[in-house]
């Protein structure tokens, strides 16, 4: 039996999904091509219904037309399935020309270094993204024109609020390389931020799950789809671990909550139907508040 859940809105976000040309793997043996696959017959095969699609930068790990395309031939179908829109935000692997072509549908007459920044409003709540890249390198930054452009957009209140897109995390990390190539000078950020209606930032390019604040506001770095960057190595090392996975973004009872869903699992520790279990949990929880 099929019931809904407590969300009233549910996004779902994939950062760094690396998609490379057919025959290629990422390292030589991560078929990123299969794990996004994964993840569209994960979401296409739950309750939904889900009113977004966020793919958070590192689309591509070659930025060529060719892993654009392989993106699109997974995403356009699960799209579809829920009737969402999705979201494209750049990564530092990402080529803002080829981005531009294959996923934005060419936006005519943009200059071809000029970012990709975008904004939809999805039932009432308003998704910013923003392109924090600098073609040739890879650490993040976001320049004036770009923090004026979204301070003059965070002036009109959304009616849901905002959800801000940025693939560098405006957060420091314990990952040396991580730190490296965060969003660099995140108080700018924080300066256009604060006081708006931007109910959470959501970030990437970490290759793990973390959280923090900017401005009071809550910072959710998801995990990739590629592989996992170990953020607890042995001692001198930096390590890449298979798995990987990506994110719901839920907004339940007036509060956004993010959650990270791991890809690979090695077994089940249970596996209940969700209708009685809840239905089991209600029935050990009084309906009255303690005290
Ligand atoms: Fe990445
Ligand atoms: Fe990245």
Redesign the pocket.
Known sequence: MTTTGPAELTLIQVS?T?LLPAGELMHGRVDTFALLETVAATVASSTGPVAGILLTG?LADDGSPASYRRLRQIIDPLAATFDAPVVYAM?N?DERLAFRAELLGGAAGAPADHPCDSVHLVDGLRLVALDSTTPGRHDGWLTDAQLAWLADVLATPAPRGTLLIVHHPPLPSPVPTVHLLRLAAAERLADVVAGTDVRMILS??A?HAGAGALAGIPVWISP?L?YDADPLPPDGRLRGLLGGGFSRIDLIDGQFVATAIPLSPTGLVYNNDRAEQVEFIRSLTPQTTPG
């Open positions: 760094d690396h590192d990564g692997h990437g390019h290759h990739a590629a």
